[in-house]
T-cell receptor, first 112, second 111 residues
């Protein structure tokens, strides 16, 4: 069966520090991968998605970036965090076509 | 661009009342449509989906019909229960695998 792992679960970072959130999927090949941010009491904002290695689509121009160094690994990064980057970040995967999304457990980021 | 609009609520209903949560979308091509649910303290999970026009998705007493002519995918349930209290998200998946969500609708069902 397929599983998705996302870490770290919680982190507190100072403004201006770097960020790296990692997500890996097991039990499938060539998944579509997604990064979302969910603000408290609000919906999911799509940040990046990838349909294959080296193929990253950015939906929100900001100081975040994403990379897919391996087929089942998706990394969200920042060189310098802003206060506004605080939030709950969700990684998800799906198969091709009309398949549903499967979510990781999320990473709660607090920027101080 | 692609977008999903849904009533944001919060919605408060008495047990056994009828539920409708409206969802409309804008997308190029022929997207697949989804409803996800997030129960308190839990992650998002798929509630139902429809992949082409006039398809009806159903699960746990909830239904939604893909209406291409009105670009809508409204969620309905004939008789809600306290256990249906959750946040409901409408979402679409484009033909190039982009998935976007509506803002979510918070539902509270009171006994």
């Amino acid at each position: 069966s397929q599983t998705i792992h996302q870490w770290p679960a919680t982190l507190v970072q100072p403004v201006g520090s770097p960020l790296s959130l990692e997500c890996t999927v097991e039990g499938t090949s060539n998944p579509n991968l997604y990064w979302y941010r969910q603000a408290a009491g609000r919906g999911l904002q799509l940040l990046f998605y990838s349909v294959g290695i080296g193929q990253i689509s950015s939906e929100v121009p900001q100081n975040l970036s994403a990379s897919r160094p391996q087929d089942r690994q998706f990394i969200l990064s920042s060189k310098k965090l802003l206060l506004s980057d605080s939030g709950f970040y969700l990684c998800a995967w799906s198969g091709e076509g009309p398949g549903e999304l499967f979510f990781g457990e999320g990473s709660r980021l607090t920027v101080l | 661009g692609d977008s999903v609009t849904q009533m944001e609520g919060p919605v408060t209903l008495s047990e056994e009342a009828f539920l409708t949560i409206n969802c409309t979308y804008t997308a190029t091509g022929y997207p697949s449509l989804f409803w996800y649910v997030q129960y308190p303290g839990e992650g998002l999970q798929l509630l139902l989906k429809a992949t082409k026009a006039d398809d009806k998705g159903s699960n746990k007493g909830f239904e939604a019909t893909y209406r291409k002519e009105t670009t809508s995918f409204h969620l309905e349930k004939g008789s809600v229960q306290v256990s249906d209290s959750a946040v409901y998200f409408c979402a679409l998946k484009t033909s190039y695998d982009k998935v976007i969500f509506g803002p979510g609708t918070s539902l509270s069902v009171i006994p």
